[in-house]
């Protein structure tokens, strides 16, 4: 591995450092051979990984630091808060000259773990390590991890479970909830550190005339563009807070997260969300929410020499970008996935109209895309209790595509609709094996998720096409992890 040391060069204020404590008895769960070459890791680091990924061998060029940061949860200041159960362990840089974080979460206590007790369950840790993939294959922008090991110790959620370690790869770990710590307790580091933030995850930013606001542009914009992508494939992240989303428009944490089956707007995951929150529709609003939380700590920065309303307007007009950005990329890619012209006037409303469909009959969003993809028109409308509904929209739809180029429309169709996702039943199922010992589940499942625009005959099972049947009760996903 190629070190690059870099948080450590931060003022010491803003992290602590703290050695992992491993588990009794960590063994193999899995490991992604395949980002472990990305990162230039070596055949001794290769030969090693399970006791990097259980916390057993540190590097001595990385000291391992807990960071320091707050957030505003479910809409409500939080205060301080930190990496209460992970520990920074490496920043090394990738095959393509990229910077990459080494996170190891489940590493014990630090004096940011709060009420809790430093540690990550197998059952979390393994949803975690398959969203991350699952996302990263859909090709949006989200933490990965190198590999996850299980063990022979307890940890106490609501039943004893088993406890493990994820070793999680992010080109960054800096929240807008640093901003949040910083502007709050120590705001005499703020300039500094948004100046680090800029050089070291911006630094095309560093020759515009005001690189705060290009910087601020930058966020919004990749932010925007991050959650269009779940928009699309119908991921519902579950507790969006200003401490599980990144500076470099990426995300982490996914804990309560869940890939939609049914076609419901107003769909959440999340059992621990009463209110709603986070609901698979409100997500480009709470998204707006938390930059626009975020912004708020970028008005102390204004340049000494400029008018601090002028200032403010400045950053607020940044954040006008955020909606016109996400629709352009929601609408773009909407039209793509339905294999209509974006230039056409008319493809919108029709996918839209292809939407309300979905959700009256309460049909599986990525099937129903690859059976438009197939032209399987017949399997779609079988579904249907309301079959003109159906025809009609069938017959716009045929219309708009008469006279364009079909074919270059249903190649992109094919590269953007995703033939597999990760259903809450597929996830279970491999926990379940783990937590007895057996992870070819998960192995199958990382496969099968690892090209997911491709049809895998072999690999796929009929439960990975389908929801579940409604007098099967639902897996209960909450908070606890
Ligand atoms: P998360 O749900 O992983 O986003 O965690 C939210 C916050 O709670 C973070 O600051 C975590 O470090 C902290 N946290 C969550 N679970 C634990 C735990 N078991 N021990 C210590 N801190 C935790
Ligand atoms: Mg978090």
Request: charged fraction near 20%; include cysteine.
């Amino acid at each position: 591995m190629q070190f690059q040391v870099r948080y450590p060069t931060l003022n010491p204020k803003l992290y602590y450092h703290q050695q992992p404590v491993p588990l009794h008895g960590a063994k193999a769960g899995h490991f992604n051979a395949a980002l472990a070459e990305q990162l230039n890791w070596s055949a001794q680091d290769k030969n090693d990984w399970v006791t990097i990924c259980s916390g057993q061998k540190t590097f001595s060029e990385f000291e391992p630091l807990a960071m320091v940061y707050a957030g505003h949860q479910f809409g409500q200041w939080a205060g301080q808060l930190g990496d209460g159960r992970g520990l920074l362990i490496a920043q090394i840089i990738d095959r393509y000259g990229k910077t990459i974080d080494l996170h190891l979460k489940g590493a014990g206590l630090t004096p940011y773990s709060r009420m809790g007790d430093g540690r990550a369950v197998l059952r979390s840790t393994i949803r975690e390590y398959l969203a991350g993939h699952a996302l990263n294959a859909l090709g949006i922008a989200a933490s990965n991890a190198v590999g996850f090991t299980s063990s022979d110790q307890g940890v106490q959620r609501e039943k004893l479970e088993r406890g493990a370690m994820l070793l999680r790869t992010s080109d960054c770990h800096i929240r807008l909830g640093h901003f949040e710590w910083i502007n709050q307790y120590q705001p005499e580091l703020l300039r500094e550190f948004t100046q680090k933030c800029i050089e070291w995850h911006y630094p095309e930013c560093l020759n515009e005339a005001k690189p705060i606001l290009a910087f601020a542009k930058a966020v919004i914009e990749r932010t925007a563009l991050m959650i269009s992508g779940w928009q699309l494939v119908g991921f519902a992240h579950g507790v969006m807070n200003t401490d599980n989303l990144n500076i470099t428009g990426s995300t982490l944490d996914f804990g309560p997260y869940g890939f939609m089956e049914r076609f419901r707007p107003n769909w959440i995951n999340n059992h621990s969300d009463h209110h709603g929150r986070y609901t698979y529709q409100n997500q480009p609003s709470m998204g707006h929410w938390n930059l626009w939380t975020w912004l708020n700590n970028l008005v102390p920065l204004c340049p000494h020499d400029y008018d601090k309303e002028q200032w403010k307007n400045d950053l607020a007009a940044c954040l006008e970008q955020f909606e016109p950005c996400f629709l352009a990329h929601y609408k773009t890619g909407l039209c793509e996935k339905m294999g209509l012209p974006i230039f056409h006037k008319d493809s919108f409303d029709c996918a839209m109209a292809f939407l309300r469909i979905l959700q009256s009959e309460q049909l599986d969003y990525t099937q129903s895309f690859v059976r438009l993809q197939n032209q399987d028109y017949t399997a779609l409308i079988d579904d249907c209790l309301d079959r003109r509904q159906f025809e009609s929209f069938l017959s716009h739809y045929q219309q708009i595509r008469e006279h364009q180029n079909t074919e270059a429309l249903d190649q992109r169709m094919r590269e953007v609709n995703p033939q597999y996702i990760l259903r809450n039943h597929m996830a279970q199922k491999a926990i379940e094996m783990a937590e007895g010992n057996d992870f070819s589940e998960v192995e199958r499942l990382f496969n099968l998720l690892s090209t997911p625009f491709s049809k895998q005959p072999e690999l796929e099972r009929p439960e990975d096409l389908a929801p579940l049947s409604s007098d099967v009760p639902e897996v209960m996903v909450s908070c606890s992890s």
